[in-house]
């Protein structure tokens, strides 16, 4: 079946760095992508939508200067938290759909972001 | 938009009990439905979807979900749940014309040995 693969799992920085977090389809053409965002004990809050070679669009109170999404091709998307602060500590999950995966979501295995 | 809305935050039962998660959307036009489970360190995983004929959908490790229009419902359930069954369950809606995926706040479901 469909697979995302999400890198890294889990990444500590200092705050006022960037950190770039990687989304991969490996089996299918990720048309469409998503980033959600998971507090503990919480739903996933989307953050923004990304189509590919387009600019990403992003839900209302993401900051689009600070959380940075690229979707330069059909297989690739990246998000970089910029100038990253405790506050943005959270689980970060990309999504992804396309061809041909019969309008179905696969999610990545999430990446566990800790700004100390 | 919609919204989706999961009645149970935490539901503990035993094994061999029969299971049911509550999950209501609000939206008048066409939807597509899905539940989710994210097993413990484990990214979520697509246990059914419904999209359009039957309302009654049966999805993998024997969970199914019926769609009910006129309540705006989409429960899951499960006859008899195994220790395996303990994770975090997500309703999921999106509209028609829409590929945005709104999420329930989910249920945390604990199965007893």
């Known amino acids: 079946g469909a697979v995302v693969s999400q890198h890294p799992s889990r990444v500590i920085c200092k705050s006022g760095t960037s950190v770039k977090i990687e989304c991969r389809s490996l089996d299918f053409q990720a048309t469409t992508m998503f980033w959600y965002r998971q507090f503990p004990k919480q739903s996933l809050m989307l953050m923004a939508t990304s189509n590919e070679g387009s600019k990403a669009t992003y839900e209302q109170g993401v900051e689009k200067d600070k959380f940075l999404i690229n979707h330069a091709s059909l297989t690739l998307s990246t998000l970089t938290v910029t100038s990253a602060h405790p506050e943005d500590s959270s689980f970060y999950i990309c999504?992804?759909?396309?061809?041909?995966?019969?309008?179905?979501?696969?999610f990545g295995s999430g990446t566990r972001l800790t700004v100390v | 938009a919609q919204s989706v809305s999961q009645h149970n935050h935490h539901v503990i039962l035993s094994e061999a009990a029969s299971l049911e998660l509550g999950c209501n959307y609000s939206?008048?036009?066409?939807?597509?439905l899905f539940w989710y489970v994210q097993y413990p360190g484990q990214h979520l995983q697509l246990l059914l979807k419904y999209f359009s004929g039957d309302p009654l959908v049966k999805g993998i490790k024997g969970f199914e979900a019926e769609f009910i229009k006129s309540k705006f419902s989409f429960n899951l359930r499960k006859p008899s749940v195994q220790w395996s069954d303990t994770a975090e369950y997500f309703c999921?809606?999106?509209?028609?014309?829409?590929?945005?995926?709104?999420f329930g706040a989910g249920t945390t479901v604990t199965v007893r040995a």
């Open positions: 999504s992804a759909t396309g061809i041909p995966t019969n309008y179905g979501y696969t």
């Open positions: 999921a809606v999106n509209a028609g014309n829409d590929y945005k995926l709104s």
């Open positions: 939206y008048g036009g066409t939807v597509n």
